[in-house]
């Protein structure tokens, strides 16, 4: 699950890592009237939607207090594009305006799971502002790491080796030390998954600040967090993903135009590769779990249906514990129940799958039924282009 | 002889009272594996209804029955635990099938296998088979049959897919081993490919990975360093699956440009292994690879 900016902030705030004054609004009125507080003289106005890239997509700006209105009108509203949200970029209906700072160097900190030791590693690097992908396969000697032994905290020692290699002096030191150790107690009190602040400034008084933050939880471990599921902000979530997870199913809505259904996520994956190898597009990921029955299978029609782009769905289930004489009474059911205006593609294999082809091909409802997944792959496809 | 499990495993199951532990654990009888032990705390001394004793511990149920490995269908808020158990009472595999570990939880567990006798699989995984003599975990049965080729897999559907293409083409298997699609996992392809190494019984191997982390690239190194001359056969699900999407599995996630299925496929083939272009081709790709040798 991710949060907006302005929540994490809050974290950051209450946990010790220090932020820059400031307040989130929802509307113009409450930008003017908040800026007016803060009693400075040059105020930033963020976009806040759940992606990167915010500022180069036109989505900060930096104003005097007598343009705050004008900035605020402007961004609030608008769709705004960058590079992690698509062309179809997202609307803007938060806004975080804070206190600029009096920026003397840009630093990067972060932590994440490192996957190759089973640990978290907290990284630093003196390329703050910059796009951290790019510096870690460009100049991975610039990212500095530590990992946190399992079961303990990040040591005070470790705080102050990185804040060394960052080139930080004197007060510098402490203060970053202190960031650092607070961090580590947000990323590890709340069961993140990744916390970036990108970037980190060091000001020409020697405070640290994190101007951004970004938090992303480990959705595995929410259901100890009842308070982070609060700031959960569904108008950043495509609507018919929210849906399917009602239904416990695992959406991911796609660009393509060839829907699937399939049992379980490496097999769902696998479907949309050999989709797109057979010259389609898939337009989903659908993993229905282990429960292919026909409440299921109605629910991930409906779903699936519900993107217009959609010509022509492929079920693809291998039934291990589930029967394939259930999926397909399912199907038969979902089918005779829903108006489905496309070609439905079958591919049933595993247990029962024998009996389970023959209750399709004597059902007077029409289906395309596949012998295999290269069968199957390659008839949805050609009837997604309107061929039979 | 296989790998993991063979004639001498006798198993334990964490979880037995719970819906999917009862049902799994008949499902398990059914197919010959040696079941000898349930454990459900607070209900030690009760039997489930295939007559197999039930312990509050995994120590006492071990030391009444001889059980030496376990199966975990603990919920996921326990599961990790069930997993120190199980290592504490010195199993020697130990198979968790419990899907939405918190990742945090599952650090301590590395740490814990590390120097210990356990080997772990999972979590989130279907488990782990050798056709003919037993399966701990919850894949179907039937469409395996005994022989000579090792699949390894972090995905549960796609990998019976696989052994199906195998079966169909009367290529048996010798041990199949779901990983599982988790971040943090017990045993990794590398982990595994060295059982496969020193394995009399296994010719081949079916290596199935996807998206996110780096444990294929990690496998491909390990293979051409360790002069691993068994046939291996991959395929890398996740070609069309958009960056900073979490595909299902939690460790199924292109993220900061990393770990994407075209730079796994690449270097997987730039040490000489058949990688499959579409998941449909794995059973025949194999049979070339095993006639080419």
């Known amino acids: ?388 | 002889m296989s790998i993991l499990l063979n004639e001498d495993t006798r198993l334990i199951v964490q979880g037995i009272t719970g819906k999917e532990g009862a049902f799994h654990t008949r499902q398990m009888l059914e197919y010959g594996t040696k079941v000898v032990a349930g454990v459900t705390p607070g209900k030690g001394g009760q039997t489930d209804d295939n007559g197999l004793p039930i312990f509050d511990t995994v120590q006492a149920a071990a030391d009444a029955t001889g059980g030496n490995s376990s199966v975990i269908f603990v919920p996921p808020a326990f599961a990790a635990d069930a997993v120190l158990e199980a290592i504490a009472a010195r199993m020697k595999l130990v198979v968790c099938i419990s899907e939405g570990i918190p990742t945090a939880d599952m650090v301590p567990v590395k740490l814990a296998l590390n120097g210990s006798e356990t080997r772990m699989i999972g979590p989130n995984c279907p488990g782990v088979i050798t056709p003919g003599v037993g399966k701990i975990g919850i894949m179907p049965g039937f469409i395996h049959r005994p022989g000579h080729v090792g699949v390894i897999s972090r995905s549960g559907t796609l990998t019976y897919e696989a052994v199906h293409q195998l079966t169909e083409r009367g290529i048996g298997q010798s041990t199949c081993i779901g990983i599982g699609g988790d971040p943090i996992i017990g045993s990794n392809f590398i982990d595994l490919l060295k059982l496969y190494k020193d394995d009399d019984q296994t010719e081949g191997v079916v290596l199935i990975g996807e998206i996110g982390g780096s444990a294929e690239e990690e496998a491909a190194n390990w293979i051409v360093e360790n002069n691993f001359t068994k046939p291996v056969v991959a395929f890398i699900a996740g070609q069309t699956a958009p960056p900073g999407r979490r595909m299902g599995h939690a460790g199924a996630i292109i993220s900061g440009g990393k770990g994407t299925a075209a730079d796994k496929m690449a270097a997987l083939k730039a040490v000489g292994i058949a990688v499959c272009e579409t998941p449909a081709v794995i059973g025949e790709t194999m049979e070339k690879a095993l006639a080419a040798r």
């Open chain 1, 1 to 388: 699950m991710k949060i907006h900016e302005y929540q994490g902030k809050a974290l950051f705030r209450a946990a010790g890592v220090p932020v820059p004054k400031g307040f989130p609004a929802f509307s113009v009125k409450e930008c003017v009237e908040g800026a007016a507080k803060l009693q400075t003289n040059k105020i930033v106005v963020k976009a806040q939607i759940h992606a990167g890239g915010r500022g180069k997509g036109g989505g900060v700006k930096i104003v005097s207090p007598a343009n705050v209105q004008e900035a605020a009108e402007a961004l609030l509203g608008m769709t705004l594009v960058t590079h992690q949200t698509g062309p179809e970029g997202k609307l803007v209906q938060r806004l975080l305006v804070e206190e600029a700072s009096d920026i003397a160097r840009e630093l990067y900190a972060g932590i994440v799971l490192d996957r190759s030791t089973s640990q978290f590693a907290f990284m630093v690097s003196t390329e703050g502002g910059m796009e951290i992908e790019k510096v870690a396969s460009e100049t991975p000697e610039k990212i500095i790491k530590e990992w946190i032994t399992p079961g303990q905290d990040l040591k005070v020692y470790q705080a102050r080796k990185l804040a060394f290699s960052l080139g930080l002096t004197g007060v510098q030191v402490k203060y970053a030390v202190k960031t650092f150790m607070a961090l580590w107690q947000v990323f590890k009190q709340y069961d993140c998954s990744l916390i970036e602040i990108n970037p980190l400034v060091v000001t020409r008084s020697d405070e640290i600040i994190a101007l951004d933050s970004k938090i992303n939880f480990d959705d595995n471990a929410l259901f100890r967090h009842p308070d982070i599921l609060e700031l959960r902000d569904l108008s950043e979530e495509e609507t018919s993903e929210i849906e399917a997870s009602r239904y416990h199913l695992n959406y991911i809505k796609l660009e393509g135009d060839v829907g699937c259904m399939v049992n379980g996520a490496g097999l769902a994956m696998a479907t949309m590769d050999i989709i797109k190898h057979c010259g389609g597009e898939p337009a989903n990921f659908l993993d229905v779990g282990g429960v292919a029955n026909a409440e299921t299978v109605a629910h991930g029609f409906n779903i699936i249906l519900s993107d217009k782009n959609v010509k022509a769905i492929l079920i693809n289930i291998f039934g291990g514990i589930v029967r394939c004489d259930r999926v397909a009474q399912g199907v038969i059911d979902a089918m005779g129940q829903l108006k489905v205006n496309v070609p439905v593609v079958v591919r049933l294999e595993g247990t029962n799958a024998v009996q389970a082809g023959e209750m399709l091909e004597n059902s007077p409802l029409e289906f395309i039924v596949a012998k295999n997944l290269e069968d199957a792959a390659e008839k949805v496809v050609l009837a997604s282009k309107g061929g039979k």
